[in-house]
């Protein structure tokens, strides 16, 4: 088995903050600086203000001291909206880089943990929780960082004015302190439950558009939308709950300002009363009080902002967590070869998940390179499962997977895959123009290979048709075209990346009996330059099939060619047989 990869596994969401903040730390440090310097300015302006009270008190000139401030001011203005753009600037690339690293990631998980998860809520922490990140990189990495400074340089000079002033100040802001510190775990534990029912929302939202004709056909859009109604209204309950600490933790901080400039106020009083300090010392001390409260309140604010990204950095660690396909095998083989491949079911046993039933109790084949062959069998039989296992969407649980006489796990995947052109049971189309579906699974196809595809898979009248021709939008999952039309442009798809490998699950189920047959000869021909193998369910596409696996409860039963099986094994007689009555009671 391949190693899972776990980047980030265990990591504190304050590293992880740090890690997206990283790319991006110059640009941090001139934001911070600017904010620093603006705290600079305003922190000068008490000073000047002494000196002009001073100049007053003893009838000098206050211009020279207007004029500084009035400098003061403009600079701090300035200083001030240039840092808060870099900031915000900075703020949004942190959002880029989490947004790049999370999408990129996902792109590559494995299916089996895709299977395990809801896309809406993947999509949302993608979407919605790493915005969380941008007031996180303002608020807490540059707000601790220039609040935590000023509020120290402030304390330094409050401390040089009158350090009994300062012994007071200190008090009242550790008691405040004491009790924010009770606060925050609150805040976090509803931001937490906030992230996750938009999660949930997202979630809801998903299941119902994505399914949306029949949830109306089903009239269900009323318990659909209660359903989406409830998380929003989760998200708002928790959202308003952490709003409520917050404001608190704010609240409190902002009143033990106030409670100690009031104090301050009372025992510099009476230090001035009794000589100690002169009044402007008091004021200057008074304004740096004044002063310290926007600091104060930038730490707190960013202790609590800091709670709801770290909820929102959890909930993307917890995805980068989910086990991803690996980058590179330990030793891997090169690449298949050239030549139509040759594959073998080794004894494989699998279960999609260590909770469920086994899906292949010990399959094993043998398909030689070039020819068709068929898999058949009742539904839940394990065929679609052969597929996704060649695909390695998942691995086997026991057994071997051969192509070319190698391991598939040897293969790096990527080159695997280029081997392999395959038809999902469902065909599904992607939403974008007919031309885009085409070349996904070879961007660098000709015109003219595109040409021949259509003729093949008899798609060159629709194109045709179309105002727009390839250029025509598919809508979403292709719902513009019709079901027929849907797999043959997964057909041809599959055909442009000329493969070693052909897989086509159920890939002719909806088209009609004209196009069957014309497809039908299609693949017969590719088959005589490429491995085919095709599930079926009417089997009237697999009588000419040079070799037929008969599926039934996870198992391989027989093995053979149309006429052996009929002869040979009951199963398979016995859906001939049916299939047989079927389609003359549906010609009748
Ligand atoms: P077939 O294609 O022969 O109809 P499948 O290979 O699709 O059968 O499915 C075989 C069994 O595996 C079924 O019982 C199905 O419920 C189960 N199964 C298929 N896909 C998954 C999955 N992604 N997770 C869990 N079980 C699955
Ligand atoms: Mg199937």
Redesign the pocket.
């Known amino acids: 088995m391949a190693v899972d990869e776990t980047p980030e596994a265990d990591v504190p969401p304050w590293r992880m903050l740090l890690a997206y903040a990283r790319p991006h730390r110059w640009a941090l440090l001139a934001g911070a600086l600017l904010s620093l310097a603006t705290g600079a300015t305003g922190l000068a302006l008490p000073l000047v203000a002494r000196s002009l009270i001073d100049d007053l008190s003893e009838d000098r000139s206050i211009a020279g001291a207007l004029v500084l401030m009035s400098v003061l001011v403009v600079a701090n203005a300035g200083v001030g909206a240039l840092g808060s753009y870099v900031l915000r600037r900075t703020a949004e690339s942190v959002v880029l880089t989490a947004r790049r690293r999370l999408s990129s990631y996902l792109l590559r998980l494995r299916i089996a943990a895709v299977?395990r998860t809801e896309p809406g809520d993947l999509m949302a922490r993608v979407t919605s929780d790493s915005t969380l990140l941008r007031e996180v990189t303002t608020d807490t990495l540059v707000g601790l960082g220039t609040g935590g400074l000023t509020a120290v340089a402030t304390l330094v000079l409050m401390g040089v004015v009158d350090p009994v002033l300062l012994a007071v100040t200190a008090g009242v802001i550790a008691a405040a302190g004491t009790v924010i510190g009770v606060i925050v775990p609150r805040i976090n534990r509803a931001a937490k439950r906030a992230a996750e029912s938009v999660g949930l929302m997202g979630a809801a939202l998903e299941r119902v558009l994505g399914a949306l004709r029949t949830v109306k056909a089903s009239g269900a859009e009323h318990r659909e939308e209660r359903a989406v109604h409830a998380a929003a209204q989760e998200s708002w309950r928790q959202s308003v709950r952490a709003a409520k600490w917050s404001a608190l933790a704010g609240n409190t901080a902002g009143l033990s300002m106030q409670v100690a400039f009031i104090t301050v106020l009372a025992v510099g009083g009476a230090r001035v009363a009794t000589g100690a300090i002169d009044v402007g010392t008091l004021v200057a001390f008074l304004l740096y009080v004044f002063y310290l409260m926007s600091p104060i309140q930038q730490v707190v604010g960013a202790v609590t902002q800091y709670q709801s990204g770290a909820a929102a950095l959890t909930r993307i660690r917890e995805a980068q967590l989910l086990p991803a396909e690996p980058a590179a095998e330990p030793a891997p083989l090169p690449e298949p070869g050239a030549e139509p491949a040759g594959l073998a079911f080794e004894d494989v046993r699998f279960r999609?998940?260590d909770d469920?039933p086994f899906?292949h109790h010990g399959v094993s084949f043998r398909v030689p390179p070039r020819g068709m062959t068929a898999f058949v069998?009742p539904?839940?039989?394990?065929?679609?499962?052969?597929f996704s296992l060649i695909e390695r969407f998942y691995e086997p649980t026991a057994g071997r997977i051969l192509l070319d006489g190698a391991d598939v796990t040897r293969y790096p995947i990527p080159a695997l895959r280029a081997a392999i052109g395959y038809v999902e049971?469902d065909a599904p189309v992607l939403s974008g123009s007919l031309g885009d579906n085409l070349l996904l699974g070879n961007a660098a196809a000709g015109e003219d290979d595109v040409r021949a595809v259509l003729k093949t898979t008899r798609l060159d009248g629709l194109v045709a048709r179309l105002p727009q021709g390839l250029d025509t939008l598919v809508g979403h999952r292709g719902t513009r075209l019709s079901g027929g039309e849907r797999q043959r442009v997964a057909i041809a798809r599959a055909l442009l990346r000329r493969p070693r490998l052909l897989l086509l699950?159920e890939a002719t189920s909806q088209l009609d009996a004209v196009n069957e047959a014309a497809l039908r000869d299609t693949v017969a021909e590719v088959a005589r330059s490429t491995t085919v193998l095709v599930?079926a369910h009417r089997l009237s596409t697999v009588t000419s099939a040079d070799r037929i696996v008969v599926?039934d409860a996870g198992q391989v039963r027989a093995v053979g060619t149309h006429a052996e099986l009929v002869a040979g094994d009951p199963l398979y007689a016995e859906l001939a047989t049916t299939q047989f009555l079927a389609a003359t009671a549906g010609t009748a």
């Not at 539904?379 to 052969?386: D, I, L």
């Open positions: 299977d999609y998940a469920l899906v069998g539904s839940g039989a394990g065929k679609t499962t052969v049971q699950d599930v599926m």
